[in-house]
């Protein structure tokens, strides 16, 4: 009743007959001995590739025949087919090497297994019929299924449990009986039914089952590549390449304090007029108001501000004097809130500097709920209140509309920056809208603020740049991927 | 005769919790409780508590060793409130002496923690921390549509359900498989039992699709039961032109013009909430999207809202049962699942009342129950102590956690048997 690992002893030419199958777990590193230049390559393609995925969840409804349109072509222009046989290296290898750069730290792990997961699902659903079969009983799923009697009894409440599922159906189907444990996904969203502690998965959706076990295979693997990471800090050459590989998912790196102390508090009303995202404007707003903010606003708003340049001691000073203008007095305040803040520059507890939120961050994960004022206001608020929003900041009724069309489509980043756009008067903006903190900069920069912090966007290059001190070497990539 | 027991002063409280920690907390039942039938190795060793002391000072990491170090440390601390946290991987009193990063929050009961706080774009009686016997239905109903999925839906069976002792309840689900549930198990389970979303900025939080889980459907049926007296009368959601103005918000642009003109000098709320009811039915027979709006009203209105954070992590900490809620001075008693919907947290004793009754002069019977314990001095504090909180009010709460402690022996038992089977197998 559960997935059980294959275990094979390998042999001398271990990864053919693993290059024979369209699709892996990969749970098997590469054997075998690569140069540092494809090493390089293998990595920056695979990360072109990430990207893209990541890149297409955004703006297009994931899974949806759009999705996958975009999703062919991409891959066909990033070179990156896994259908024919010698490309299936490529793809086994570039995986493996991209796991060494982002095991690291929670946010990259996190990151990584979306993207892989995504990529995983697109290519899952694409198999025919008859080869996502073998897939699954290579890999050993074994459930019981429902017989006859149990799916007549149940017939009412599976049909009420699936989008997929119609009446005349149900008797044709087969229903697996599987632990919720192994079904979390599903039972999230509801999609299956649930009784005693089994979900009820029909046969279309266990591809649900398999992702969900691909995504705790992954992490598990990532974790235990993590602990094996000294081995690779102390290889020279592969270090400050990997360093790089990680850094490249969100441009920059918007934990490093840039401008410290530039700005002061009392501009803070004003820029977030002027500069801030909707997000971190309402959350401005709110505090101004309320003098008070939730946890998740804090931190969205903290770390944000934090991004922007406001010392520790600025900040310290500015949640203060807010809050003790609500319920909150000096010496609670002290006691109950100081301490969090200072968490975020990293001076408490587990003494993480955290990183300011992404966007994806702040449309996925922890949504708003009663009393709350984060989250993307794009994602978050009815669109009614946020048309009214809209209108009060004087957007034209035409670019309203526009942006309102962008949010219909679930394109929030999108919507965001045509939001930039229009409030800047700027026809087409340079970037793409990923971070908070770089709606920011790119505000100050188009009026004429602030001076351009160098970026970094081009991945390749700068990835190139580093490894040309790298000699030419073979490395032997199994030994990376040692149990530790 | 009842005595008025809301003159709890928060001033008295140091005064109280020696007392209390000395004579009336159910040290026995609770250690039995965390120990889970010593099933697991160091279970009870290696579980966070943390103590809210005097002036606001909180410490973290405390743990003991056994029943009377855990007695020994709150008899001394007298701690305003305790908070219970995961079991962690070693003596979380020991997390600095452990090499970073292997110190890590293994297990916990899967806990759920609702706060009326969250009702109040839906509440018109009260707002904020207060709470009266009308909003507190909004309590019993989430008490029974959890209480049910818990059970049905993923088969859990040891359910302790907590006044907090201000403005809410607490759900301890103590079931193996609950304690052993992942986060991201946790959150899953959390999101699958939250219909209400959105936060300041979204009107409309409840919104259906097709088909409609049976867990929706299961829900519901618990919330009809409550919504014509709850909501309807005594909320009086339809009552005052804002409120019935909130309501047809949730309630399709198209059709809310139709319902404005039909529901014109029509007063009685009742009736209109009927009204809605038929617009609805009506229009359920149409394709059009929208069609469930009386149904997304009632669950705006009525169904529990999660704190889905706190359910989340392992490592999370919640207000331990028997603890003193330090602003009311209620005891943060357990709730008999068979007397939910009579359950009044008026009524739940403060500490000012059960130290008082401690002080009440002694019955016939109690007199030669002590002098009985003279003669056989061997358990005699034990006794004592036990006896002393049979003569308060706080007894029938622990008589009924001692009883949902029984249901999990039983199961401890079992899983105790089979492991010595498995033993005797090698
Ligand atoms: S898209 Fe990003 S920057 Fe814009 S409002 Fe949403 S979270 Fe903020
Ligand atoms: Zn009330």
Known sequence: MQFQRRHRKLGTNPQSELYLQPLQFYGEPPLENISLAEFETFAVERLKLLKTVENLGVSYVKHSSQYKLKMDNELRLLHFPYRPDTKRRKDHISHFILRLAYCQTEDLRRWFIQQEVDLFRYRFTDLPPQQKLEFLHKNNLKYNTLSDKEKNELSDKLLMSSYSVSGVTVEKLEFYKVPFQDALDLVRSRKVYLKAGFAFVPQQDIVTIVLNDFRTRLSKALALTARSLPAVHSDERLHPLLNHLSHAYLGQDYSIQKNVGKISLEQIDSLSGKSFPLCMRQLHQALRENHHLRHGGRMQYGLFLKGIGISLEQALQFWRSEFIRGKVDADKFDKAYAYGIRHMYGKEGKRADYTPYSCMKVILSNPPSQGDHHGCPFRHSDPELLKQKLQFYKVSPSSITQIMELVKGMHFQLACQKYFEVTHNVEDSSFSLSHPNQYFIESQKALGGGKDPKRDVDVPQKVQETSQHLAETAEDLEALFKDG | MRMSYSDYDPACLPDLLPLYYRRLFPFSQYYRWLNYGGVQKNYFQNREFSFTLKDDIYVRYQSFSTQNELEKEMQKMNPYKIDIGAVYSHRPNQHNTVKSGSFQALEKELVFDID???????????????????????????????DRALRDDFGFQHLLWVYSGRRGVHC??????????SAAGRSAVAEYLSLVKGGEETVKKVVLTDPIHPFISASLEVVEKYFLEYAVQDQDILGRKECVDKVLALVPEDVRNELQTKMKGVKQPEKLWKMIKNEAKNKQGTVKKGQHFEKEIMLQYCYPRLDVNVSKGVNHLLKSPFSVHPKTGRIS????????????????????????????????????????????????????????????????YVKYFDSFLDGMTRSWKGELLRKSDDQMEF
């Open chain 2, 116 to 146: 009326m706080t969250d009702y109040d774009d839906v509440r018109t009686c009260c707002s904020a921390a207060d709470i009266c016997s009308k909003c507190w239905t909004l309590m019993t109903i989430a008490i029974h549509i959890l």
């Open chain 2, 172 to 181: 301890w689900v103590c079931d193996e498989a609950a304690r052993k549930l």
């Open chain 2, 333 to 396: 008693v357990p709730i008999d699942l068979k007397e939910v919907d009579s359950f009044d947290p008026f009524v739940v004793p403060t500490i000012s009342r059960i130290c008082e009754e401690l002080d009440r002069p002694r019955t016939e019977e109690e007199k030669s129950e002590e002098s009985q314990d003279k003669e056989n001095e061997k358990d005699a504090v034990e006794t004592r102590k036990m006896r002393d909180y049979k003569r308060t009010s706080l007894a029938k």
